[in-house]
């Protein structure tokens, strides 16, 4: 366990800040296990530009992998250059985040290397000799803490679970590297990313996230409702599973299980019934607030502050007095 | 075209977990199902072959004797063979992948359709591990898979943190589902009584030589605290003070 490399989350073109909690884990990992890290950048030719803060959380070398072909790259070419890196750092742990970016790279990654690989990490701790993790199962309803064999793995970060990384006085050393595209699969073929035009924050870092379920009925009153709501806060928008499968929200805004996991300062949940997997998505946020016509409504059991009511009246008029 | 389409038992995700005093699942009232992204996985291979193509599906399953009864569900939903790979000790991604790499190459399928995760364990590893274990190309948290090229390529939409993402992949590849591909449909009485009848085929695992060591070992396990519940709030003028003046999270 000496030595770790960090898998940045890109899009190509920057790094995002769903990297940070990694680096957050990393400077943890290191104290524990008593090793250094180093960043991967993999994206288009232009990716170097865009390091800034990121030399300064204490990874020894940021490794970047720049070229026009890896503007959109794919988890078996992305798996490849990883492993270059890694032969060529002498890494032998792995370290990435836990959005779809990180759940479809770094298993593949493991898979290759055959290395344990621990998904959606809460914490790291060293007890004894060997390093114990924990990480939420049955949808968070049980909290399992693994072992892995050997020192080595594969890890997986949950973002909501590690603040931001300190600041450290060193700065990183650059260290491009050359990839021979003859060796990268030619299996996969990026057709298109369609992202939805966002002129609101991003869910999984916004301060405040709106959240509406499937009592809001059609995509117009949802976006008047909880858009509206979520602007007049400077707010996300979130959503239910229930509410995306019948096409009243985006699918990137589902929160839980299965979906985004958020921990706001201020989450606020209209029309959501509270299942245990929508649960799983949100519960670590600081101040729930619940509107729901059903006093009865597990949602309420978690709120901080609930309000028996039809958001159909409830939201306009929230909306109209913030 | 073959379609192979590993399956998992599961609790029933709506259900309660509970644990036991020793710190094990408590499985004294657990109803048992297919994972419901693997029954997504199954639905999109019975539409696949509903599109007009000839289409062989065989579902695996790898675990103790029970797990065939979600074995004779698949089959009811519509796979045309199972096979059931008895496992009887604690399993990771690292064996299951290992497993159904063997069994990949005795069936030699053209595409491997499978959950994005297992509701259980939430891993969300074993379809990555086992493409990398094969060389195949992958396609995760598919939302939209169209058979293309004559049979020897599948574009697939994936749901992504920015939105949706569209890949193209030569097929033999591995391809897991996430909860928009489809509603998988209700399984008729006259399925189940047909299913009983369609071949499974039990596998030893002493078949496939050494089996890797188990990478994952769970040390303990534990129900968090539950998260404190707060108050009432009559109105939302009542709301809007407390927010402010209480928790001050608005200003
Ligand atoms: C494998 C799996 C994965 C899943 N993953 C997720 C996930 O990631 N995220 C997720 O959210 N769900 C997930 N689910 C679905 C989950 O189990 C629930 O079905 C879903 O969360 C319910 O959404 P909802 O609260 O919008 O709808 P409902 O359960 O229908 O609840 C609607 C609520 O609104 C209230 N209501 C009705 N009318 C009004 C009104 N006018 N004003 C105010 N309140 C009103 C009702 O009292 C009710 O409580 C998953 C399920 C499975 C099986
Ligand atoms: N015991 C098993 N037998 C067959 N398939 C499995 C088994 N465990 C996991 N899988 C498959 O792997 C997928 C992802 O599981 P996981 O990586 O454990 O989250 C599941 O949706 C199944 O398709």
């Known amino acids: 366990m000496k030595r770790l490399l960090i898998v940045a989350e890109t899009d190509g073109v920057k790094i995002l800040p769903s990297t940070l909690p990694t680096m957050t884990f990393a400077q943890l990992w290191s104290k524990e296990a008593g090793g250094a890290f180093d960043l991967l950048v993999i994206g288009g030719s232009d990716i170097q530009q865009a390091l800034g803060e990121w030399q300064n959380f204490g990874a020894e070398t940021i490794f970047i992998s720049s070229s026009a072909e890896l503007a959109h790259f794919t988890a078996d070419r992305a798996a490849i250059v990883a492993l270059q890196v890694m032969k060529q750092s002498g890494a032998d742990s792995l370290a990435g985040p836990s959005s779809t970016f990180g759940r479809d790279i770094l298993p593949r990654i493991a898979g290759l290397c055959d290395l344990p690989m621990v998904s959606d990490v809460l914490s790291v701790v060293l007890a004894g000799d060997s390093l114990t993790f924990k990480r939420p199962t049955f949808a968070g309803n049980v909290i399992t803490t693994v072992q892995i064999a050997g020192d080595c793995g594969v890890y997986s970060v949950r973002g909501t679970a590690f603040g931001k990384p300190e600041v450290v006085t060193t700065v990183s050393a650059i260290a491009p590297i050359d990839i021979n595209f003859e060796d990268l699969p030619t299996g996969t073929t990026w057709i298109s990313l369609d992202s939805p035009e966002q002129n609101r924050p991003d869910v999984t870092n916004a301060r405040v996230v709106v959240t509406g379920g499937r009592p809001l009925r059609d995509a117009d009153t949802y976006e008047k409702l909880i858009g509206g709501l979520a602007d007049k806060l400077g707010g996300a928008t979130g959503a239910t599973r229930a509410a995306v499968d019948s096409g009243i929200a985006l699918n990137e805004s589902q929160v839980g299980q299965t979906g985004k996991v958020v921990a706001p300062e201020l989450y606020i949940a209209a029309g959501v019934s509270g299942s245990v997997q929508h649960i799983a998505g949100m519960k670590e946020s600081k101040v729930i607030v619940a509107i729901n016509t059903d006093s009865d409504a597990p949602i309420f059991e978690i709120a901080d502050f609930g309000l028996i009511a039809d958001l159909h009246q409830a939201l306009p008029e929230l909306i109209s007095k913030l | ?251």
Request: aromatic share 4%; hydrophobic share 45%.
């Open chain 2, 1 to 251: 075209m073959k379609i192979l389409v590993p399956i998992k038992r599961v609790p029933d995700p709506y259900g309660r977990i509970r644990l036991t005093s020793d710190g094990s699942i408590d499985a004294s009232d657990i109803k048992w199902v297919i994972n419901p992204f693997d029954e997504i996985a199954l639905e999109e291979a019975v539409r696949i072959r509903e599109q007009g193509a000839e289409v062989e599906i065989v579902a695996v399953i790898i675990g103790e004797a029970v797990c065939e009864e979600q074995l004779r569900t698949a089959l009811a939903m519509g796979a045309d063979r199972g096979i059931f790979v008895e496992f009887n000790s604690p399993a990771d991604p690292g064996i299951i992948s290992f497993l159904l790499a063997a069994v990949f190459k005795s069936v030699n399928p053209d595409i491997v359709l499978m959950g994005k995760q297992g509701i259980d364990d939430d891993f969300s590893q074993t379809g990555q591990r086992l493409a990398a274990r094969l060389n195949l190309p992958q396609a995760t948290f598919a939302s939209k898979i169209e058979i293309v090229s004559n049979g020897s390529a599948a574009r697939v939409a994936r749901e992504v943190d920015a939105g949706r993402e569209t890949l193209e992949v030569k097929l033999p590849a591995v391809i897991t589902t996430d909860l928009r591909l489809n509603e998988p449909r209700y399984v008729a009485l006259p399925a189940i009584i047909k299913a009983r009848s369609k071949p499974v085929n039990r596998v030893n695992t002493s078949e496939y030589g050494s089996i890797p060591a188990l990478q994952i070992s769970v040390i303990k396990r534990e129900v968090p605290l539950p998260r404190k519940g707060g108050r009432k709030v009559g109105s939302v003028d009542e709301l809007i003070t407390a927010l402010r003046d209480e928790a001050k999270v608005i200003a």
